[in-house]
Nanobody
Framework: QVQLLESGGGSVQSGGSLRLACAAS????????MGWFRQAPGKEREFVAA????????AYADSVKGRFIISRDNNKNTVYLKMNSPKPDDTAVYYC???????????????WGQGTQVTVSS
């Protein structure tokens, strides 16, 4: 199976920056696409960003496009989410996820991490 371990969550002021990391272990060959979802209190889980290992193609939610940057380190089997100019609306639990097949644009999450809290204060 696949294990995903997130790190880097915490509190940040609006306009600052924060970087999340997610390290994959186990059957890493099954992590063709990796990315992030988030869930704010009282809201449904929503897609944030995804990246495909094979061609580095990326996809972003409209709400974070131009502010967040997803990247990956193949050698470390790790995906990163750089949150630039976060807003209070970005406050949520951020979940790392991975898909065995597919593309970054139809990312759905076959495997999940435990989540990391991000709190953005104004």
């Amino acid at each position: 199976q696949v294990q995903l371990l997130e790190s880097g969550g915490g509190s940040v002021q609006s306009g600052g920056s924060l970087r999340l990391a997610c390290a994959a272990s186990g059957r890493t060959a099954w992590t063709n696409v990796m990315g992030w979802f988030r869930q704010a209190p009282g809201k449904e889980r929503e897609f944030v960003a995804a990246i495909r290992w094979s061609d580095s193609s990326v996809a972003y939610a409209d709400s974070v496009k131009g502010r967040f940057i997803i990247s990956r380190d193949n050698n470390k089997n790790t995906v990163y989410l750089k949150m630039n100019s976060p807003k209070p609306d970005d406050t949520a639990v951020y979940y790392c996820a991975a898909d065995r097949f597919g593309s970054s644009s139809n990312f759905r999450g076959d495997y999940w991490g435990q989540g990391t809290q991000v709190t953005v204060s104004s």
